[in-house]
């Protein structure tokens, strides 16, 4: 389905481009928002359900502490203010998918509120204001079986409510403006940057492929010189780094193409396609009523000042002041550390592979080389590889004090990630220790320098390069475990 | 029927612990007597003789064995068919959830099992216990065993029934408006609705979340007091749910033994009389002051100038919570469930609904809907909390110079079935004395004060007592009790008409 879009450039000529992020944030809690299932994605269906997700008759919520903790610590690091008592409330509407037909949400008095974050695009600092934070719960997920694969024309549906009452946090975002030419880059930064600060705070896996953050997209477009903000589109499903810049962008050519015709935005749900366009969904011209009111079965959450002092006290350090402050320790390449941000849950891995005493060279090589590697073909993240962190530094120093050959690491890797062990107990089964034993090693030198005179002499006239030939015979004697440098030292001492 | 059905809960359990009588012999005496009766009450919707004589057996067993049990273990009791009771169906006495079976117990429930009583089965109630005569119930009507041809309140009218026709000796009832106290006034009966938040709400069909509560029903103060000591106490499950503590926590049943009330002030709500209470209704209850008083009480005249409003406060909060409540009620997942195969998911949920609700549940859903909806939620529910909160402070202020308020329980005595079918606000306003405690969320019973001289039929006299003093109630209770007792020569229940016992 196409669109008439107007080209970027002559969208920011005539409009300034306003957008708002929603995004929910699914935390990583043990048990549910309200009962004790676990919240384990990729379970059986309805298999970490109970009365109490499952909406049966009688059954109550029970607030889960963690989750409100979590929420907190999300407020702060978001430089909100934590209100000091507020409530739950019902967002009622009927929909399988919610097992009660409301959900319990927050209305008008969210958790946090009032923040703004600064995230950094592209090397310049932009400021985020931020509304509020809020807690929910998930819905259940409903698959639809026939037609197009949307509940209006399917043939039936089925419903899974293991993720029914899953804790959220809604983070929704103030209108940002001012960001011309980089709002879609903005809108990516600032996604980025709550990716990387839930990570730092341990409160959710943060991956946006799995739906663990989903992100609405909001934007609309105020011709340059007016004050009042345009009609706003909203694009759900927007669920990675890319598609949030790609889809800012589309929305505002598109709404560009609609107003410059003299037409009119409409308000209303778009749906993100992974083609790279967004198709319209449910119309909002006319609001729905949710009828909001607060919870009755929950009692009010009113945190203490001091335990939230606590909070604010503990928090980990803002995910911009780390990248800018290992950006210059590592002493990479731009390009190389713009590469380690880029992919998922790399920064994280190599600064605990440097504080177990890897040089960030080192941890970078093996990380975005060969550990990537293996992780894409196992089509997993990086920190779901079964090596740690310690383990990778280790296998580096092996490496730099010569024990290990890079091809010899490899075969640790393997072996580690193959579950037979740590790095030392690979070595050791697969017998992987270089050769440094000068004995050994002075053996199969002179048993190769016996079985070629020919090239001996070759190289006693001073062509050294025939030596090369000699260092793989070596080489292969010892099943490649031995350092190439010394193996050559060695021939070149004897032949002189 | 047998002396057996006759006998108090508190000589039960004493005779069952003491082996004078067996669970076995008083279950199967219950049953019989509801076998004999039920036809002409209809008090239940669902009994299981099997599963009780069962669970008298266990208990029989244990007590054989020498085990301590506590002091109603092995006796029978009767469960309002809101609580969720696995096994057996439960079902709000709505077509929406006909034969719907919970697969979990509710916490009273469990209290109640784990005090080692007796469940005979579930009883009757209005459609979601929204109703004050148990006309409402999708199954039909209890008939009050007074007078088969009136009603026997509401909602809870089939646990009172089964108290006042001696097919129970306890019962387990809800009050959101006065569910409990309501039909115990008019059959004569005991029944309190305890502080909200004492009885946990979980595995209790939700009606309206901010007012509903759990609460104990018998025959006489002293068995009521034993039963809300075995139902009572925080659970985690609830989180609204709150801790005892002060007498409450050391249980109410021994301030109903003592019953004694010198000294204590005992405030008369002005607004709670006059003008549309029945003449009978008003004398029973200022003869019932007047006993206090010979026992030692002050009585002292308290006004609450808000309660004027508290029935247009509560027809407010509570369709509005009911609204949402009954949400879940749309024919996916469980319960009635209405449309053709080619029906989709809104017109499946619309027919069901449409279909499984009776005439007053949807009342009170589209009223509560109302209620909610953008551009009235300030004027309506907004203003209702507005003046929920002024009602509380109403009981805050008379508190002050008072220990307790009494008041008629309700209006009338006990009118004719289909009197007021047709007229829901006449309905709604047999609960005018009742509502003001829930909308508060304090502790208030009922205990009977004498027949009516105009129409000789039982008039109940409500006690309030503030948060978490529950345990006045029963002080209050018990002597009035007491005194009325002894002045009649017996109690008052022995009056009743002994229903034929052949169907």
């Known amino acids: 389905m196409m669109n008439d879009l107007m080209d970027f450039d002559e969208v920011l000529a005539r409009f300034e481009p306003v957008i708002g992020l929603e995004v929910h944030v699914e935390l990583s809690t043990a048990s549910k928002m309200w009962c004790g299932c676990s919240t384990t994605a990729g379970a059986e269906p309805n298999t970490h359900v109970c009365p109490v997700c499952l909406g049966l008759p009688g059954s109550l919520p029970v607030v889960n502490q963690s989750a409100i903790e979590a929420a907190i610590r999300i407020g702060l690091m978001l430089n909100c203010s934590i209100a000091s008592w507020c409530r739950f409330a019902r967002k009622n509407y009927f929909y399988p998918d919610m097992t009660k037909d409301y959900q319990i949400s927050q209305y008008d008095e969210p958790i946090a509120f009032d923040g703004t974050v600064t995230i950094d695009v592209g090397g310049e600092p932009f400021t985020v204001p931020i509304e509020r934070a809020h807690m929910e719960e998930d819905a259940g997920k409903l698959t639809h079986i026939g037609g197009s694969g949307r509940i209006q024309d399917a043939d039936y549906s089925l419903a899974d409510y293991n993720r029914a009452g899953v804790p959220l946090i809604e983070i929704v975002t103030k209108p940002v403006t001012g960001a011309g030419a980089r709002a879609p880059e903005v809108a990516r930064a600032y996604m980025e940057f709550l990716r990387d600060a839930v990570k730092a705070l341990g409160v959710s896996d943060a991956r946006l492929e799995r739906g663990n953050m989903r992100c609405d997209v909001n934007v609309s477009l105020m011709p340059i010189g007016s004050e009042v903000l345009g009609t706003r589109s909203e694009t759900k499903n927007v669920n990675s780094l890319r598609t949030v810049e790609e889809s800012v962008r589309y929305e505002m050519r598109r709404q560009g193409a609609i107003l410059a015709a003299g037409g009119r935005v409409k308000q209303e749900t778009r749906h993100w396609n992974e083609a790279g366009y967004t198709t319209p969904g449910r119309s909002k011209e006319e609001a729905e009523d949710y009828r909001y009111f607060p919870e009755p079965d929950l009692v009010p959450v009113a945190p203490d000042a001091a335990w939230v002092e606590q909070l604010r006290e503990s928090l980990p ?28 849950g790399a920064l994280d891995l190599i600064d605990a592979t440097v504080a177990a005493g890897a040089s960030p060279a080192g941890a970078r090589k093996w990380w975005m080389g060969e550990l990537a590697r293996r992780a894409n073909e196992q089509g997993c993240g990086l920190d779901e590889l079964t090596i740690t962190p310690k383990q990778v530094a280790e296998i580096q120093d092996l490496v730099e004090t010569g024990a290990l050959t ?16 740590t790095p030392a107990q690979v070595i050791e089964a697969r017998g992987l220790a270089v050769v440094s034993d000068d004995g050994a090693l002075a053996e199969a030198v002179q048993a190769v320098l016996a079985a070629n005179p020919d090239i001996v002499a070759k190289i006693r006239d001073g062509k ?33 | 029927m047998t002396e057996l059905t006759r006998l108090d809960a508190a000589e039960l359990g004493r005779r069952i612990a003491s082996r004078e009588v067996s669970s076995r012999e008083v279950t199967a005496a219950c049953f019989d007597r509801i076998e004999a009766v039920d036809g002409a009450v209809r008090a239940f919707l669902t009994t299981d003789r099997e599963r009780a004589l069962q669970a008298a057996d266990a208990i029989d067993t244990r007590i054989a064995a020498g085990e301590k049990l506590g002091p109603l273990a092995g006796v029978p009791i009767a469960v309002k068919d809101l609580l969720c009771y696995q096994g057996l169906p439960t079902t709000a006495s709505s077509r929406i959830l006909e034969g719907w079976m919970p697969p979990y117990n509710s916490t009273v429930v469990e209290r109640l099992l784990d005090a080692g009583l007796v469940i005979l089965g579930k009883t009757n109630l209005d459609e979601f216990a929204l109703g004050s005569s148990t006309e409402t119930s999708a199954f039909g009507p209890t008939h009050n065993p007074w007078a088969l041809d009136r009603i ?40 309190v609705k305890p502080t909200y938040g004492a009885v946990s709400r979980y595995g209790i069909i939700a009606v309206a979340s901010s ?43 021994d301030m109903a033994r003592r019953a004694d009330v010198k000294g204590l002030r005992i405030g008369v709500v002005k607004e709670l009389g006059g003008e549309g209470y029945q003449p009978g209704v008003e004398q029973r209850f200022r003869e ?23 029935l247009a406060t509560y027809y407010l909060i509570m369709p509005a919570e009911v609204s949402s409540n009954l949400s879940r009620y749309d024919g996916m997942r469980y319960g009635l469930r209405k449309g053709g195969p080619d029906a989709t998911t809104e017109q499946v949920m619309r027919a069901s609904r449409g279909a499984g609700f009776g005439a007053e549940a949807k009342r009170r859903i589209i009223l509560g809907t109302y209620a909610l909806s953008a551009g009235y939620y300030d004027a309506y529910y907004g203003s209702a909390q507005k003046m929920r909160t002024l009602i509380a402070r109403d009981f805050a202020v008379a508190y002050e110079v008072c220990d307790v308020l009494v008041s008629p329980t309700t209006p009338t005595t006990a009118f004719k079935l289909g009197e007021k079918v047709d007229d829901p606000l006449a309905m709604y306003m047999s609960d005018l004395c009742t509502i003001p405690v829930n909308l508060a969320g304090i502790a208030a019973g009922s205990v009977p004060c004498g027949l009516s001289p105009d129409d000789g039929l039982p ?25 009325l007792d002894t002045q009649r020569g017996h109690p008052l229940l022995d009056d009743a008409p002994a229903l034929g016992e052949a169907r």
């Open chain 2, 459 to 483: 008039v109940g006299f409500q006690i309030i007592a503030p948060a978490l003093q529950d345990a006045r109630v029963y002080q209050v209770a018990a002597a009035l009790e007491a005194a």
């Open chain 2, 211 to 253: 007012l509903d509560q759990a609460g104990p029903c018998a025959r006489n103060v002293y068995d009521t007091a034993l039963l809300h000591d075995v139902i009572v106490g925080r659970d985690p499950r609830d989180g609204t749910s709150v801790e005892l503590s002060g007498t409450q926590a050391v249980g109410v049943a």
């Open chain 1, 406 to 421: 890079d091809r010899l690491a490899r075969e640790v890797f393997d072996g580690v990630l193959g579950g037979e062990g």
């Open chain 2, 288 to 310: 019932a002051v007047q006993v206090l008083v010979q026992a030692g009480a002050e009585v002292v005249e308290v006004s609450c100038p808000h309660f004027v409003h508290s």
């Open chain 2, 152 to 191: 026997p309140g509401g909602s809870g009218g089939g646990s009172a029934a089964a108290l006042a026709s001696f097919e129970a000796p306890l019962a387990i009832g809800t009050d959101t408006g006065g569910s409990i106290r309501q039909p115990a006034a008019v059959t004569g009966t005991v029944g």
């Open chain 1, 464 to 496: 050294t390069a025939a030596a090369g030939a000699l260092i793989g015979q070596v080489m292969g004697r010892l099943q490649g475990k031995a350092d190439a440098a010394r193996v050559r030292e060695l021939i070149m001492e004897a032949c002189a």
């Open chain 1, 317 to 344: 350090e803002n995910p911009v002041s780390r990248r800018s402050r290992l950006r210059a320790a590592w002493g990479l390449a731009d390009r190389e550390f713009d590469d380690v941000v880029g992919v998922d």
